[in-house]
């Protein structure tokens, strides 16, 4: 709840004491590094990375600027800087920019103050209300950051000169909060040059108005390196102004990828009717996303998000729920074949990296190959599924498809020496439908490690002896 006083007179003798907002920030943070808690919430992987360089800039009382390619948590890691500011904060009642009681800026809050005195009225806002953020784009002007003249204002009997005539923009409205700028280096240069005295000085002026606001300001932007950035640039001297440059990256182990897509993905079917994603096609997904990363085909200055990754674990799901309600089945259980809905969930999220027109269909089938050959070979040896080749080379085969019954695989499962154990080790579901989605699994790691061969019409694929 709101606290109780109402007055300026009541707020003093509360024993309210004003401090600045990076104080604020500070003290908030230094006591959740004190307790242990997580400076940030729902940020994976940074530990020992960006959050102590968080961590030490807030401290520091600096102006921050993080800079990573797409989808490497600038904007979460923004957001979350609210939850350092204190619950709730006193404003002079009806100001637009959040005025100081105990030292007003604005015209409005000083003549307030001056005709009430003890009596002038508190109003409290919550620290949501302390955020303001914009994107920067080439048409942004300084009177959407600063201000401006209001024509209605005037137009109501007021002269120019009153400095009740103006309008205020973004960052006066953000006083005593914290005010995010991203993609800064979109901004023209010219009104980078404009946001100089506001890092440096504190101060902001309208429109030539012989009046100075000192605004209370952290100011935190992001941007994507500059070697990608080919629609502007960040200016020297404004880059100078920052306290602290902080990089992020993407995640660097397949286990915390994964525990970002946990977070973040929506879950394809209803409650009660869950799909099972096998522990191992997790990892492939999150193999893919790694080896795009380093793929020559791939644009490495343009990046591969984490959404990617989500994207591509929601559309495996659909695709599981979708064959369940074509089959029948009664839990969705997600399978190596359906990573074919890949081509469209993960398209849009890679820049090929070729000037000639490349087939990103192809880019992505090689990716989703190599990446299960890698996580196969790395929970699986050949060895031990050395019966379940020489089953093949008697002259089995295995037809696996929209047409085909998991029928063939079972029978697979309770023929093949020594299959039944590995899939148990792979799989700890004892429902069968998960046991035969783990052996379409080892026949494809079979079929990439070049012991068994693998013919594919229309919507069917056959596992056979390799010939060689």
């Not at 102004?241 to 525990?259: A, K, M």
Request: without cysteine; charged residues 30%.
């Amino acid at each position: 709840m709101e606290p109780n006083p109402k007055t300026l007179g009541e707020l003093r003798e509360s024993g309210w004491k004003s401090v600045p907002v990076r104080v604020e920030v500070r003290r908030n943070a230094i006591e959740r590094i004190r307790r242990g808690e997580p400076l940030i919430e729902g940020i994976h992987g940074y530990e020992d990375t960006v959050l102590p360089q968080l961590e030490a800039a807030l401290i520091a009382g600096h102006d921050l600027i993080l800079l990573g390619e797409r989808g490497q948590a600038k904007s979460r890691i923004i957001r979350g800087l609210v939850s350092l500011l204190d619950e709730y904060m006193p404003i002079i009642a009806g100001s637009e920019i959040n005025d100081d009681p105990y030292h007003p800026v604005s015209a409005y809050a000083r003549a307030t103050v001056a005709e009430a005195g003890s009596e002038t009225p508190i109003a409290w806002v919550h620290r949501s209300q302390r955020y303001a953020e914009k994107l920067a784009t080439p048409d942004t002007s300084m009177a959407d950051l600063i201000g401006d003249v209001d024509p209605i204002k005037v137009a109501e009997g007021r002269y120019l000169a009153d400095e009740l005539t103006m309008h205020f923009g973004l960052l006066p409205r953000a006083n005593r909060g914290v005010f995010a700028i991203n993609e800064l280096p979109d901004l023209a240069e010219r009104i980078q040059v404009g946001l100089l005295s506001i890092l440096e000085e504190r101060d902001v002026q309208i429109r030539g108005y012989r009046i100075s606001l000192p605004l209370d300001l952290m100011l935190v932007a992001s941007a994507n390196p500059e070697d990608y950035t080919n629609r502007g640039r960040m200016i020297t001297p404004l880059k100078d102004r920052f306290g602290s440059q902080i990089r992020t990256h993407y995640p660097l182990e397949r286990e915390i990828e994964l525990e970002i897509v946990d977070q973040e993905a929506d879950k394809a079917a209803e409650e009660g009717q869950g799909v099972h994603f096998p522990a191992y096609l997790r990892s492939v997904l999150a193999e893919i996303s790694a080896q795009a990363r380093v793929s020559p085909s791939i644009n490495q200055r343009s990046g591969v998000s984490v959404r990617a990754t989500v994207a591509n674990y929601e559309a495996m799901e659909a695709a599981a729920v979708r064959r369940s309600l074509l089959d029948g089945e009664v839990r969705p259980v997600v399978r190596i074949s359906d990573t074919w809905v890949l081509a469209a969930s993960m398209a849009g999220k890679i820049e090929l990296d070729s000037v000639e027109d490349a087939d990103v269909g192809a880019v992505i089938e090689k990716l989703v190959a190599k990446a299960t050959l890698d996580v196969f070979r790395s929970l699986v040896s050949l060895e031990e599924l050395r019966g379940l080749v020489g089953y093949f080379d008697d002259g089995a085969e295995v037809a696996i498809g929209a047409d085909t019954s998991d029928a063939e695989l079972a029978k697979l499962l309770q023929e093949a020496p020594g299959l039944s154990e590995v899939v148990d080790g792979l799989e700890p579901l004892p429902e069968e439908v998960a046991k035969v989605a783990a052996v379409e699994f080892l026949l494809e790691g079979l079929h990439l490690s070049k012991r068994l061969n693998k013919y594919v019409a229309a919507d069917t694929a056959i596992f056979a002896k390799r010939i060689r």
